[in-house]
């Protein structure tokens, strides 16, 4: 019997996904973070195993067929999933366990289990979206171009969401995300 909590955290790239995540993490021990399989290349500083699970095209395709996966969607080129293993065995702990995948992985999940919590970041507008992407200096002029034309899409699925966070300032979107986890 699953006895967590599963909460999903999407939004647009560079909206802040990942600071709230990484402050929710250090709000409380009960909260872990579901590690991502993906078939991008890694970032300098990441950690395959903690940061993401990295695979090939050929062995995440494999997956694919073996149903390994909870949810999966391909963004930007690259596909991104997470393993049901990682959510089983994490909700069987009773953890809440967070998630930080896009809109379509989100629907696959809320599918699949019912009971998770859909969080939906927003950002406070788009030229300050463009802004966060280009001075994270982590991707090309040409991934960051095709990642703002994700956007609208991404936002107009909002509105399914169970609750909807604009991240204007970090601590009270963060504080924002707990009250909807606890309600």
């Known amino acids: 019997m699953l006895e967590g909590k599963l909460i999903v955290i999407s939004g647009p790239s560079g909206v802040g996904k990942g ?16 590690i991502s399989a993906t078939t991008r290349k ?25 149903n390994k996966f909870a949810e999966y969607a391909k963004y930007a080129g690259h596909y991104y999933g997470t393993l049901c293993s990682t959510i089983n065995r994490e909700l069987i702990k009773g953890k809440y366990l967070l998630l930080e995948i896009d809109v379509q992985g989100a629907f696959q999940i809320k ?20 802004n966060r992407l280009t001075d994270r200096n982590t991707e ?44």
């Open 140 to 183: 090309t002029p040409e991934a960051i171009k095709k990642r703002l034309s994700q956007v609208d899409r991404e936002i107009s699925c909002a509105k399914y969401f169970d609750t909807k966070v604009v991240n204007d300032d970090v601590e009270l979107a963060t504080l924002a995300v707990l009250e909807a986890i606890y309600s």
């Open 111 to 130: 599918e699949k289990y019912p009971d998770a919590k859909l969080i939906f970041v927003l950002p406070p507008n788009l030229s300050e979206l463009k």
């Open 42 to 66: 890694k970032r300098l500083g990441e950690v395959a195993g903690k940061d993401y699970y990295f695979f090939t095209k050929a062995q995440f395709e494999e997956f694919i067929e073996e």
């Open 19 to 34: 600071t709230i995540v990484r402050k929710l993490l250090a709000h409380d021990e009960n909260f872990c973070l579901s």
